[in-house]
């Protein structure tokens, strides 16, 4: 007999009522390898995205019953995911180690450099996607946030592969003008 699967909303609305733990291990266990990508695509460090996936998946525990479905959880979930990120890239930042007094110049540049770099580019893409069309930043944040694949989109959205290929290609274009606007 197959087993009906509960959306993320049936899910929490049990956790506010019941069964809190066995809820937890579900959203867990459907968003987990995500959202380490995810941050993994952020931070380009395993072992920082491993980390930074559980304190997450903390803080979502903390904070699941602010949860007011005004979104799809999933929505919900990557914006604290990438509001974390973006917090520990700039802490990252502001710890750095203290400096032997025989290091110079050229090299605190270098060990600088690359972070502010990341950062900027971060928020640059963030003000981009606030001015692409809902639609567009949505079917973004689907195939590459949450990580659908072409055929789950179509189903989504009703159309055929080629069409989503070309949504896709279009908002990334759109996209991409808008970055580099925001870049300068």
Same mark, same amino acid.
Do not use: C, E, P
């Given at each position: 007999m197959k087993k009906a699967v509960l959306a993320d909303e049936q899910v929490i609305?049990?956790?506010q009522h019941t069964h809190a733990s066995a809820c937890l291990e579900i959203l867990y266990k459907r968003y987990v390898d995500r959202v380490y990508h995810y941050c993994l695509t952020l931070i380009q460090d395993e072992e920082d995205a491993q980390d930074y996936t559980q304190e997450i998946f903390i803080k979502i525990l903390t904070k699941l019953?602010?949860?007011q479905n005004r979104s799809k959880f999933s929505?919900?979930?990557f914006s604290i995911s990438h509001h974390y990120c973006i917090?520990? *890239?700039r802490l990252r930042k502001q710890i750095q180690p203290a400096v032997d007094t025989d290091t110079s110049?050229?090299?605190l540049l270098l060990i600088s450099e690359p972070m502010d770099s990341m950062e900027q580019q971060l928020q640059s893409l963030a003000l981009a996607m606030t001015y692409l069309p809902a639609d567009e930043a949505n079917l973004l944040r689907l195939k590459y946030e949450q990580g659908?694949?072409?055929q789950q989109l179509s189903q989504q959205y009703y159309v055929t592969h080629s069409? *989503?290929?070309m949504r896709l290609k279009r908002s990334r274009e759109k996209l991409l003008a808008l970055y580099q606007l925001a870049e300068n």
């Open positions: 609305a049990q956790y019953d602010t949860f929505t919900w979930l917090d520990q *890239i110049a050229n090299q659908l694949s072409i069409a *989503i290929k």
